[in-house]
């Protein structure tokens, strides 16, 4: 049974950072591309970013570059997301994503993905 878990999520000023961890279990962690999604209060899920399976590229949304570096470890079964420079607009469930495709090749959508987290909040206070 595959189980992905987010953590890291909470509150935090505007400006601050938060640093989210996604640790899979029941699945071979590097057959996958891994991606982060988000979804605030009366929106759709969107997508945030995306990484290879061995994490050689990696792919952004244009209201995410150069705030949020996503990575991952291989031998820990492990996906990050390091968010800094936070905004309001920010605050959001954050949700990871397994994709069998193990690329990304932009950043691709909902359908794309397999396996989901549960999600954890992130509140950004302004």
């Known amino acids: 049974q595959v189980q992905m878990v987010e953590s890291g999520g909470g509150l935090v000023q505007e400006g601050g950072s938060l640093r989210l961890s996604c640790t899979a279990s029941?699945?071979?962690?590097?057959?996958?591309?891994m991606g982060w999604f988000r979804q605030a209060p009366r929106k759709e899920r969107e997508a945030v970013s995306c990484t290879s399976w061995n994490g050689t590229s990696a792919y952004y949304a244009d209201f995410v570059k150069g705030r949020f570096t996503i990575s991952r470890d291989n031998a820990k079964n492990t996906l990050y997301l390091q968010m800094n420079s936070l905004k309001p607009e920010d605050t959001a469930i954050y949700y990871c994503?397994?994709?069998?495709?193990?690329?990304?090749?932009?950043?691709?959508?909902?359908?794309?993905?397999?396996?989901w987290g549960q999600g954890t909040q992130v509140t950004v206070s302004s």
């Open positions: 029941g699945l071979i962690f590097d057959n996958y591309a």
């Open positions: 994503a397994a994709s069998d495709a193990g690329y990304c090749n932009g950043l691709p959508g909902r359908r794309m993905y397999k396996y």
